[in-house]
């Protein structure tokens, strides 16, 4: 009897010493992980936040182990609107962001921000540990700003949606800076003097990082317009290797402006080809509308149709008033516009109007008789 008496209270001893360890422990892990990763979510009960501390605890190394990018010093990462926290975290590690999704979820949930995370396009940039790319993707303002520039539009109108989306930069400062290029951007475009950058940003879907810079925009856009242009030169033929790069640009910003079906815009090109080669004034509507600017009676900068005075505007674009290409471009192709200026197609076509069937595409022809005769009654 005496000596059961006497184990009890060893026990006791042993399980009082194993709760002040684990107490202890306890205690350790929630002071580290507040060290290293603040304070719990408001939101979060202290029991989740004791085991989330114990779990994160255990994995402290391998989160704060930073993710270098290879070949690039950021990359997009998608969060869609069907997402789980459980599925985006292991999109972040499939996609290699982090090296543990689990333990990014748990970040989440110690945070209090895992049934928070907004829809969107995110720009990461290389050398993020596990711990910031939860705090990264968990603040909603650092989600993508996204637009579209459409084939067609000039400067002014790409200024315009800029002005929409709270970009640390104007769409006026755009205009500054697309109108007075720096001498870096205009070498790799290869830019004549005095040339703006109308022309050669590109159309397209946009995915810009909130703190995206000007320059960087810039950047960006031009770089798909010169990938396009590397494509086009290998497609130059007889007629277009005639003309300058620059020149074949300023072409197929007025083939965008005439035709939205891509699939003659190889036959206009044609058709201007062969007035350039007899010295035959292109006479081309928008390149007058270019000239005219905004029309505030109809709230454009593409007034149609043209009076009489408006074709009989003084302007260097005017191709109704002057010979040849006009000094630049009056919008911004698209690919399959820049893609017809250097490969125009072989005709004998010097004339072409909208059909009367209102599928805004056109006839050609190759006398003034024949295009006569293809107007509307």
Known sequence: MTRKRRQVPILLLIFFLIAIGLV?????????????????????????????????FRNLDLLQQKVEFSDQPERKFVISNSDSALDVCYKLESEQFVFSGVGTCDILTYKGTDRTLSPGTYTLPSGLNAIQVASFIADGTNRDLQFTIFAGWRLEEVAAVLDQLGLGFAGEEFLNFAYNPTAEIAQILNLPAQRSLEGYMHPGFYSLKPTISLEEFIRQSISRTKAVIDEANKLL?????????DQLIILASIIQRETLESSEMSTIASVFFNRLAIDMRLETDPTVQYALEFDPIMQTWWKSPLT???????????????????????????????????????????????????????NFAVTYEEHLANGCE
Do not use: W
Request: hydrophobic letters at 35%.
């Open 308 to 362: 009489f005075d408006d074709l009989a505007v003084q302007s260097d674009y005017n191709t109704y008033q002057v010979n040849g290409l006009p000094p630049g471009a009056i919008s911004n192709p698209g690919r399959e516009a820049i893609l017809a200026a250097f490969a125009p197609e072989q005709t004998g076509y010097y004339f072409f109007r909208a059909k009367c069937d209102g599928s805004f595409t056109h």
């Open 237 to 245: 033929n007889a007629q277009s290797s005639t003309l300058s790069t």
């Open 24 to 56: 202890l422990f306890m205690m350790s892990a929630v002071y580290t992980n507040g060290q290293v990763l603040g304070a719990p979510g408001s939101n979060v009960s202290t029991l989740n936040n004791l085991r989330y501390s114990i779990r994160l």
